[in-house]
């Protein structure tokens, strides 16, 4: 019964920011960990950024640290992602998703509930 999506995405040019929401709707009994994916036509999901249920700890895969954030109010029931410093190998489709064991799970098949995407696209 849980719902979400990604809100956000957009066109932007190298070196800019954006910043990406997830509302999660429906039936929430616990916060559970929340994860950040993006995939391009042809190419394996990208796991990006995962945050535990209470916002700490935060978890990240090496493409992004640094320059992505991960983030959430659990009393707007919303999940964020920061990007900053955007290239052009960022473009893609970006997915937010649910993690219900909170284990820092880095692959799709430990996410169960999962958004449509936004898309993001930086100029170069």
């Known amino acids: 019964q849980v719902q979400l999506v990604e809100s956000g995405g957009g066109l932007v040019q190298a070196g800019g920011s954006l910043r990406l929401s997830c509302a999660i709707s429906?039936?929430?009994?616990?916060?559970?960990?929340m994860g950040w994916f993006r995939q391009t036509p042809g190419k394996e999901r990208e796991f990006l950024a995962g945050?535990?249920?209470?916002?700490?700890?935060?978890w990240y895969a090496d493409s992004v640290m640094g320059r992505f954030t991960i983030s959430r109010d659990n009393a707007k029931k919303t999940v964020y992602l920061q990007m900053n410093s955007l290239n052009a190998a960022d473009t893609a489709v970006y997915y937010c998703?649910?993690?219900?064991?909170?284990?820092?799970?880095?692959?799709?098949?430990?996410?169960?509930?999962w958004g449509r995407g936004t898309q993001v696209t930086v100029s170069s």
């Open positions: 429906g039936i929430t009994f616990t916060f559970t960990a």
């Open positions: 998703a649910r993690n219900p064991r909170g284990n820092m799970a880095r692959v799709p098949k430990d996410y169960d509930v």
């Open positions: 945050i535990s249920g209470s916002g700490f700890p935060t």
